[in-house]
């Protein structure tokens, strides 16, 4: 089903970004009435592959919305998703100044990228890569789709958590109960069961939307210094 609404400008994104701000404290409320929940789920984010396709040539936009590029009217197809979390350091401390970046497929399993396959059907209205520094609270924010099976994969987004320009974590994260995650050979490198649910993540209705809302906080193996 295609959820992308007609019109998508960035103003509503801020708007709609306050929304899911509220979404997302709502679940870290419940997380936390509940004994030992948080201490249960700090499991260190396992490192994977960057694979083959982070940008060969980076977009002139580079911002947290890859639904709209630049000042177009235009969307991109897919189920857009508000996609958030915070990043987190081996204590459970939010992480100050760390660049988040996500790349993925389009709607159609095409990267931002001159070798992808299916490129003739890419689409133009995808960023494909977004960017968001964190505050001092570790969270960070993107609005994307809901990522797409292609031939070899589960749906999936990459993640890079760099400081200092220096890449500290490039990790994968995934649809949570997705069938084809069990083929997935990327995913099968994991062995740790604790860390292969660590990069599982619901992707859930907003409350009177056809929007999504998908949560991930990602646990750096290191406390970065002061």
Request: proline share 7%; net charge positive.
């Given at each position: ?8 400008s ?62 177009g009217i ?5 189920a ?7 990043i ?6 939010p992480?100050?100044?760390?660049l ?19 490129k ?11 960017r ?6 570790g ?5 994307t ?29 995934y649809?949570?109960?997705?069938p ?8 099968k490198?994991i ?14 209705p ?21």
């Amino acid at each position: 089903m295609n959820n992308t609404p007609k019109n998508f400008s960035r103003r509503s994104f801020l708007v709609s970004s306050m929304a899911v701000g509220a979404v997302s404290a709502l679940v870290a409320a419940e997380a936390d009435a509940r004994p030992g929940a948080f201490a249960q789920k700090l499991v260190q984010t396992p490192a994977q592959t960057e694979g083959p396709f982070y940008p060969d040539k980076l977009p002139l936009d580079t911002d947290n919305d890859l639904i709209v590029i630049n000042d177009g009217i235009t969307p991109a197809v897919g189920a857009i998703t508000y996609l958030s979390g915070r990043i987190l350091d081996s204590h459970g401390s939010p992480v100050r100044g760390a660049l988040v970046e996500i790349w993925q497929a389009d709607n159609n399993g095409a990267y931002l990228h001159s070798g992808t396959d299916n490129k003739d059907k890419r689409d133009s209205h995808f960023q494909g890569f977004g960017r968001f520094l964190t505050g001092s609270n570790g969270e960070y924010l993107f609005r994307t789709i809901r990522p797409v099976q292609y031939p070899g994969r589960s749906p999936h987004i990459h993640f890079a958590i760099k400081m200092k320009n220096e890449k500290k974590l490039v990790t994968q994260c995934y649809i949570k109960g997705h069938p084809a995650n069990a083929g997935d050979q990327v995913l099968k490198g994991i062995k740790d069961p604790k860390a292969l649910e660590s990069v599982m993540v619901n992707f859930v209705p907003m409350p009177g939307s056809d929007l999504l809302a998908a949560r991930w906080d990602v646990v750096l193996g290191f406390t970065p210094a002061a």
